[in-house]
């Protein structure tokens, strides 16, 4: 093995490691989240759709609002509550697409989308993880207001956690969608892609959702076959990351590559590819001499790149 590089300190992974406490058990009592919501104490973030608004100070953005100002922000959409940090609970307003577009004009506030706030590192990494909560359970509500069941118009209970149908009183709860995101692996080598979407030079993990009735092992085996043509072996499970485009969790994984041959699926790569472990490092450290980059450090692809890259991957 090539000795193992010096890429600094391990960046935070983005959206993971919440500091709220969800307090599951505050959901059922409407008087209790009543009662966070009056207290002065209480903040929240307001989303609508990809857009997060955020306060313009001298020091920089800031995504929270009291309850009075979140209000005042105009038209809202859902109320939810999305845990207690420090004793104090936090809320997500949905702000509706009008309100959107009349936040944009006013100096005092910045809409930016979601992706862009990590990406660019605008607001405190601590802020992440319950942005993505957030964000993912507004588009739930935005998307559930009829009941799949009947068609009748179903209610927010449960603290923003559940929509009831009063028609046909069937419950419903807010979803999570699985993806596999891995690196196929065999010695020195490993296949990395090019989403068509993907900025130039770019190149990344292979991803794609797990379908009904799968296992991830069998997700990741079938989704590297088919996008690039390669099988797998052993996997070997790495780390998770809540991915809110729009309600998504990541599961990055490591697989053992046991062919060579490439055959790109073009419907959903522009490119695939086998990289050398030194190349690849090269591009982690932003250094590849023709430009290639793998992805941000606030992405799973990152470090699920990164660790093998430092040797740290192992089947059992
Ligand atoms: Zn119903």
């Known amino acids: 093995?090539?000795?193992?590089?010096?890429?600094?300190?391990?960046?935070?992974?983005?959206?993971?490691?919440?500091?709220?406490?969800?307090?599951?058990?505050?959901?059922?009592?409407?008087?209790?989240?009543?009662?966070?919501?009056?207290?002065?104490?209480?903040?929240?973030?307001?989303?609508?759709?990809?857009?997060?608004?955020?306060?313009?100070?001298?020091s920089g953005l800031d995504p929270l609002f009291t309850m009075a100002e979140a209000r005042a922000l105009g038209r809202t959409a859902e109320v939810v509550f999305l845990g207690l940090c420090d004793g104090a609970a936090?809320?997500?307003v949905g702000l509706d697409p009008a309100t959107v577009e009349a936040l944009k004009a006013r100096e005092e506030f910045s809409l930016i989308d979601l992706r862009s706030i990590a990406v660019r590192g605008l607001v405190e990494g601590d802020h992440l993880p319950p942005l993505a909560e957030a964000k993912a359970?507004?588009?739930?509500?935005?998307?559930?207001?009829?009941?799949?069941?009947?068609?009748?118009?179903?209610?927010?209970?449960?603290?923003?956690?559940?929509r009831d149908c009063p028609s046909c009183h069937a419950q419903h709860f807010p979803r999570t969608d699985p993806v596999v995101i891995m690196l196929a692996v065999a010695g020195e080598r490993c296949v990395l892609g090019r989403s068509h979407r993907f900025q130039p030079g770019m190149w990344s993990c292979l991803a794609g959702y797990v379908e009904p009735?799968?296992?991830?092992?069998?997700?990741?085996?079938?989704?590297?076959r088919e996008e690039a043509?390669?099988?797998?072996?052993?996997?070997?499970?790495?780390?998770?990351?809540?991915?809110?485009?729009?309600?998504?969790?990541?599961i990055g994984c490591h697989a053992e590559a046991l062919s060579?041959?490439?055959v790109v699926d073009q419907a959903e790569l522009d490119d695939a590819r086998w990289f050398d472990r030194e190349e690849v490092a090269l591009m982690l450290a932003r250094q590849h001499p023709d430009g290639f980059t793998a992805p941000a450090p606030v992405a799973i692809a990152?470090?699920?790149?990164?660790?093998?890259v430092e040797g740290d991957v192992a089947f059992d």
């Open 213 to 224: 009735g799968e296992a991830i092992e069998d997700a990741v085996r079938r989704e590297t």
């Open 1 to 58: 093995m090539s000795p193992r590089p010096d890429l600094g300190p391990r960046p935070r992974l983005g959206y993971a490691t919440s500091r709220l406490e969800r307090a599951a058990e505050r959901r059922g009592d409407a008087p209790a989240i009543a009662a966070l919501e009056a207290d002065a104490a209480a903040r929240a973030y307001a989303i609508g759709g990809e857009m997060v608004a955020l306060k313009k100070h001298a």
């Open 90 to 92: 936090r809320f997500a």
């Open 302 to 308: 990152y470090h699920i790149i990164r660790a093998w």
């Open 137 to 162: 359970l507004l588009n739930w509500h935005a998307r559930h207001r009829f009941c799949p069941n009947c068609g009748a118009p179903t209610q927010l209970v449960e603290g923003g956690w559940r």
């Open 229 to 250: 043509g390669i099988a797998c072996g052993r996997i070997a499970y790495f780390a998770s990351q809540p991915w809110p485009f729009p309600t998504s969790l990541m």
């Open 260 to 262: 060579d041959e490439i």
